[in-house]
């Protein structure tokens, strides 16, 4: 069984709701997505799916959208990302999930070979950037959240190794000391996966250890729109 990531698959929710405003590079890439999958994932793989995953407004909207990935090969995880609007309550998303389909809310799951955890994250604050008062209540909520879920996954995991997904980066490559990396630093899981970055600020998602961490940035522009294999 192999593992994959993608994040920032931007389904149309059941719209009209084309990607190529964003450059080129985005033409058609659901079908691009779709096909490369078929190509590389089989039906015993598990796929991670970093957030940002339908435009749809409401949970009802995106329904048709996750009905499509389900049918791909494979198992998917997936998280939560910024413009998931249509996620609400962690009971009704799961409810409508088709079959091989696990949703990950700030908790985690047991893989078999592996345990996965994940939370959407938030903006991180830099000397040159400090987050505003909302944001800065947003990104400690979501580290206490971040900590919950490596909590679940430690009650579960019994020396097996420890993934986590996120949608934000938890780092970047200037800034890479902040609540999330001290968390992970002191969990020490196998990888974090993330997405979010796209275009230019592709650039600035670090890849690789830092620390006696190895994270990978997995949005989907930034691995050529086809699972990356893990």
Sequence with gaps: MSLFAIADLHLSGGDDKPMDIFGPQWDRHDQRIEAAWRETVGPEDTVLIAGDISWAM????????????????GRKVICKGNHDYWWSAISRVRALLPEGMIALQHDAADLGDRVVCGTRGWMIPTEAQPLSETDEKLYRREAQRLEMALDAAERI?????????MHYPPLTMTDRENLF?????????????????????????????????RYILSSCDSIGFRPLRL
């Design 58 to 73: 409401q949970l009802e909207r995106a329904a048709a959208d996750l009905w499509r990935i389900g049918q791909w090969p």
């Design 157 to 165: 995991a019994k020396g097996r190794p420890l993934w986590v997904m």
């Design 181 to 213: 990396t001290r968390l992970l630093e002191q969990r020490r899981p196998e990888a974090v996966v993330y997405g979010h970055l796209h275009g230019a600020g592709i650039r600035a998602g670090f890849t690789g250890e830092h620390r006696g961490v």
